[in-house]
């Protein structure tokens, strides 16, 4: 009966959703789809991008700094992989620039574009 019990328990806790362990691919992780999210940067600002930040619209969550601590001079590049193993194609960018100003895209579709084109 105590065994029964705990398979019913894990079974709902499976179907629900309500277990930490699956609600959010463990980090690093890439998406399983053959979706190319990998994504040129380039930096027409003006200035020094310093951190470059991505969220899946569905989540809205921002992950970890994409530029891995090394700043994009003005009119340079880098390729990002902009992935968080959700299988979304759909993200959000942050970017702070030197001097302290923040911009924000919305609705970028990672699996649909090569290069993006920062600019103020």
Do not use: W
Request: hydrophobic share 40%.
């Amino acid at each position: 009966m105590i065994a029964r019990r705990a398979l019913t328990v894990a079974l709902m806790t499976a179907a629900l959703g309500v277990s930490g362990f699956i609600a959010a691919p463990p980090p690093g992780s890439q998406s399983s789809d053959g979706q190319n999210r990998r994504v040129r940067i380039h930096n027409q600002t003006g200035v020094t991008l310093q951190k470059l930040q991505a969220a899946d619209v569905r989540t809205g969550t921002f992950g970890g700094d994409l530029l891995g601590g090394t700043p994009v001079a003005s009119g340079a590049s880098t390729p990002v992989t902009i992935d968080a193993g959700t299988g979304g194609c759909l993200y959000d960018l942050r970017a702070e620039l030197a001097g302290g100003q923040v911009l924000l895209r919305e609705n970028i579709n990672v699996c649909r574009i090569a290069d993006y084109y920062l600019t103020r």
